[in-house]
């Protein structure tokens, strides 16, 4: 007799995978140099920043519209002095009716033959002319990036954030007067911090005179106690607005 059938066995199942999409769209959504490093911990001179802050801001500042027109400006003043000189004597010899048609036939081939020298030589000098704006462009924003930045720190230290620094790029302009602009903050954050721990000190000496004065039942003693709790409380308001730790 033939054997018994048996149902096929069946392969174990396998614990469900995460889609494969999902995890594509979140590999691609999310750079890994980036995911690893919370936005707030970026270093704002690191290369990928750096290189996303030069793609995004080329214009930063109107000095450097203002540079580059002026560029333009004088280059298309310096075409207009070269070309009236060499071919306004051409055209007024071929508006002259006292010339002969012969005359103005052999006037008319120097013009055409200066025309075929002019345009290639001036086709060349728009070139040179396009690569100094480039360079003018990119000259000036290394002027403009650090004006663009100390536009955007001064009002914040202005509000009372003293923790706040100026960083700069490699290769920019105004180093020096952004290194002054932190040595500055610097100092004032370290006054602020001496009159926090001074005013910290004067508080709690401020309660036990307080104290005194309510174990002696000296009623002015204990007016001018709370004079001073007043003010300190004011001072310690004020002292409160400037900002002298980061996060």
């Known amino acids: 007799m033939g054997q018994p059938l048996r149902a096929p066995s069946q392969p174990d199942p396998q614990p469900d995978a995460p889609p494969e ?9 999310v750079p890994p140099t980036l995911a690893a490093v919370p936005p707030s911990q970026m270093d704002p001179n690191s290369s990928v920043t750096r290189t996303h802050k030069r793609r995004l801001m080329a214009i930063v500042h109107p000095l450097q519209v203002r540079m580059l027109s ?12 070269l070309a009236v000189p060499v071919f306004k004597p051409l055209m007024q010899a071929l508006d002259n009716p006292a010339l002969s048609w012969q005359e103005r036939a052999v006037v008319a081939n120097d013009l055409l033959s200066l025309h075929a020298r002019f345009w290639p030589w001036a086709l060349g000098a ?56 932190n040595q ?8 602020i911090n001496v009159m926090k721990q001074a005013q910290v000190i004067l508080a709690l000496d401020a309660v036990r005179f307080r104290e005194l004065a309510v174990a002696k039942s000296d ?21 409160d607005t400037f900002k002298t730790h980061g996060g």
């Open 21 to 29: 999409s999902a995890s594509l769209t979140e590999a691609v959504r």
């Open 126 to 181: 728009s070139v040179v002319v396009l690569i100094h704006c480039i360079h003018s462009l990119r000259l000036m924003h290394r002027v403009a990036g650090p004006l663009y930045r100390l536009r955007h720190v001064l009002p914040k230290i202005g509000e009372g954030n003293l923790s706040i620094r100026t960083t700069l790029r490699e290769g920019d302009f105004l180093t020096p007067e952004a290194d002054l602009v």
């Open 219 to 239: 009623p002015a003693l204990t007016a001018l106690a709370k004079q001073m709790e007043q003010n300190l409380s004011g001072l310690k308001t004020s002292l």
């Open 70 to 81: 002026q560029v333009i400006l004088y280059s298309l003043i310096v075409f207009v002095l």
């Open 184 to 191: 500055m903050t610097a100092q004032l954050q370290k006054k």
